[in-house]
Structure formats: C-alpha cells, structure tokens
C-alpha cells in the first residue's frame, strides 16, 4: 500500500476466500472508521460466464468526496482484477429497499457477510406500495429489451444487458407475489417463483418459458439464434406478468 489515498490492491480473478480476504482487509483499512461492513452477495442466477467471479458489496455509513477519493483507486484496480464491487451506505440500502425490489429481495436472499457487522439483517421489503414498484420496474426492463433489440445488441452479441434482465425479471416476479400475498418460504428457487407465478397467469403457450427456464439453467445457447429467442421469450413474459400486476389492487 503506498498511502491511504493511493492504496492499490493486487489480486488475481478467481474469487477464492484469501483473495477476496485480502480485498476486504484493504478497503477497511483505507475506509477506517467510515466502513460498516463488506459482504459477498448476489444469486447465481443466470450469471453465465461470470458466475465464477466475486461480486462485493462493501457499506460505509455515508458517501462523499472525502471517502470516494480514498477508496475508488482500492475498488478500480481490485475490479481490473476481476473483483466486481458495489458502494453504497447503509440508510440507502435500508430505507431505499422499497424503491428497489429486484435488487432488495435478492440481497436478502443472497448475501454472506465478510467484515463487520450484519448491517442489513433488518433488510425487507414491505408489501404496502410494492406492486406499484414492482410495476415500475418491469415496465422499465420492457424498455430495455425493446431498446437493445432495436440498438443491435442481438447481432453483437451482448448478453450482459440480457443476464441481467432476466434475474432481475425472475425478483419482480417474487415481489408480484409477495404483493399479492403469496407466502414463498424464506428461498424460493426461480422454478418455485416461475411455477407460482405461471399459476395465476391466463393459460398461454409455455414456450416462452421453457426458453426462460433453459436460459437460467445455462442450457441455452447464446448466439444470435439463441438471443432473438431468448428476447422474444422475455418479451412475452413481461406482457403477460405486466398485465396481471397492473390489474392487482394496491395494498
């Protein structure tokens, strides 16, 4: 480490304990009493390639220039090295869980802590206003495929936009849920969500979700052909799932 403000971390990409043991004992000590806690977090789900990689969440208790000046060369050489890492504060986190259901509800399903202390064990989602922000978010993700679509992502090959698009589709659906007040256990894998949610749909051909299904089971090739279906797919579910969640009464 060469100061606090230019402190560089040096790993390799394999997301093994001691690397990211060594990430996170860095960006604590440059972070000091500002830190909260660090936490390896994310579903699997439909990651592809990336799965393998480490994905940190790192929470302080406030951010500002003073701290982003310390730790953004930590965190940029750390991401060079195939460490993906995401800052944000505790409050944030906690009171805007709300605002961002997708992300929420798969950081409470899917986090292990790895420094300090369990900042987010009173992480939830309430029920109250969540299928209008369950809602909300679908709509915009029907934008996004519309848009990537149009943009030529699917010639180029892009599946990044896709991965994501999908996991976050597959949380939306569990907040749909939860809107409605479905109990779905504490995990629920993406074929429970699917098959609870495919249950309060209209009966419609299951094609759209066999290329759903296949696509988070890895089995579904990603070339052109593979990615207009995959599209397609998507594009199918929203408007059905969209449909429902815009007839649910608020609650």
Request: hydrophobic share 45%; proline share 2%; charged share 30%.
């Amino acid at each position: 480490m060469t100061g606090v403000g230019r402190a560089v971390y040096r790993g390799d990409v394999t997301g093994k304990a001691e690397t990211l043991a060594a990430f996170v004992e860095q960006i604590r000590e440059v972070a000091g009493s500002r830190f909260a806690a660090a936490y390896r977090f994310g579903s699997d789900l439909a990651r592809g390639k990336g799965k393998g990689q480490a994905r940190v969440l790192l929470v302080v208790d406030r951010i500002d220039r003073v701290l982003l000046d310390k730790v953004a060369p930590v965190i940029s050489a750390a991401q060079q090295e195939g460490i993906r890492v995401r800052l944000d504060t505790t409050d944030n986190l906690l009171r805007g869980a709300d605002a961002f259901p997708a992300f929420s509800l798969e950081l409470i399903r899917h986090r292990e802590l790895l420094a300090g202390e369990d900042v987010l064990s009173g992480l939830k989602v309430e029920i109250e206003d969540l299928r209008l922000r369950v809602e909300h978010g679908l709509r915009g993700i029907f934008r996004e495929l519309v848009a990537n679509y149009i943009d030529g992502k699917v010639e180029q090959g892009s599946v990044l936009g896709i991965r994501r698009a999908a996991r976050r589709i597959v949380f939306l659906m569990e907040g749909a849920l939860l809107a409605a007040g479905n109990d779905l256990g504490t995990s629920p894998t993406s074929d429970e969500i699917i098959n609870e949610i495919r249950a309060v749909l209209p009966a419609e051909s299951d094609e759209p979700w066999k290329v759903l299904r296949a696509f988070l089971a890895g089995d579904l090739s990603m070339g052109t052909a593979g990615m207009r279906d995959l599209y397609g797919a998507l594009l199918a579910i929203l408007h059905a799932v969209i449909d429902h969640v815009d007839r649910m009464p608020d609650r």
